[in-house]
């Protein structure tokens, strides 16, 4: 129905995550109607992504320097190795600050339906890590769902043998949520889990 | 909690309307493993809408040309015009395809709370189009709302002493739709628009 550039935008917008047909069309106008600076700094900055973002060479979250900002950070333990799915796991850890350690990033979890197994994750990589001898403790962060629970329990299996500490993540009823509106596994996980209360 | 190139890219999308914080983080780390060809026609698609995508200086529809592809069409007729609030309108009615005449973008509706007057719409450039006098009707297809049915108000007041043939589209129930889920605005619409059945 557009035409030339228009049509052009529209399409490629629309191929974002997300974006549907009719949220492609908004945007595409919103950009006609902007100031032409805003769109000549949203298009640099699509780019440059592109160009200045790597991945850290140890733990695989993003960055721009060979080595992540927390790689760099002298001042957290080596000791313990908080393993996620996403970079933007480390976000959602790194939000709680309660967590001073270092982190590895898998780049997603073992999915059967989707052909993604254990060799396609940064598994390798992180035993190779745990050779330096320093780390006493994995903390399994991956996602509580069902792909998330199958790469912690091949985790755990793989680094039995190697005498650490390997630990996974509480499930259990989300702090300020309804107990009705529970789904029933997480309930169960509650109830075993439970912990003696100290009064 | 980002840095750097990636925090700037999230910025950024995160200014584009319906975009909130969330979709921008997966946008981004889309963008992060996307093609690098990809990215660059994106952002290149960006630019350009900017660059080449200008109004029609007879009807106010985007256009790559000095007169929109419709005003240039000799097929349609002068002697209609149908008068909408945005571009986006004009590809709404002709998905219809219904209509043959041509278009005039007003760049919007009056809308009092917002500031927005007669004067910072396009109806000084309808008149001058009018006097032509090729011109026999015009369709006020201005949204059915009140900020657009205040619009088709003024603009019939205007043409009245024109006289030409000033019409409204029909207002009435969605076909499709559910009677008792109609809100009683559009039910009331739909008793006083009813016709006779010829059967």
Known sequence: MYEGALADLIDELGRLPGIGP??????????????????????????????????????????????????RDTRRTDELICVVEEPKDVVAVE?????????HVLGGAINPLDGIGPDDLRIRELMAR???????EIILATDPNTEGEATATY?????????????????????????????????????????????
């Open 22 to 71: 009719k949220s492609a069309q908004r945007i595409a106008f919103f950009i006609l109607s902007s100031d032409p600076a805003d769109v000549t700094r949203l298009s640099a900055a699509l780019t440059r992504v592109k160009d200045q973002v790597r991945f850290c060479t140890i733990c695989f979250n993003v960055s721009e320097q060979e080595h992540c900002k927390i790689c």
């Open 95 to 103: 939000r709680t600050r309660e967590f001073r350690g270092k982190y």
């Open 130 to 136: 745990l050779s330096s001898g320093l780390t006493r």
């Open 155 to 199: 985790l755990a299996l793989m680094l039995k043998p190697m005498g650490l500490s390997v630990t996974r993540l509480a499930s259990g009823l989300p702090v300020g949520g309804d107990l009705e509106y529970a789904d029933e596994v997480t309930l169960g996980r509650a109830f075993e889990g439970r912990r003696v209360l100290d009064v």
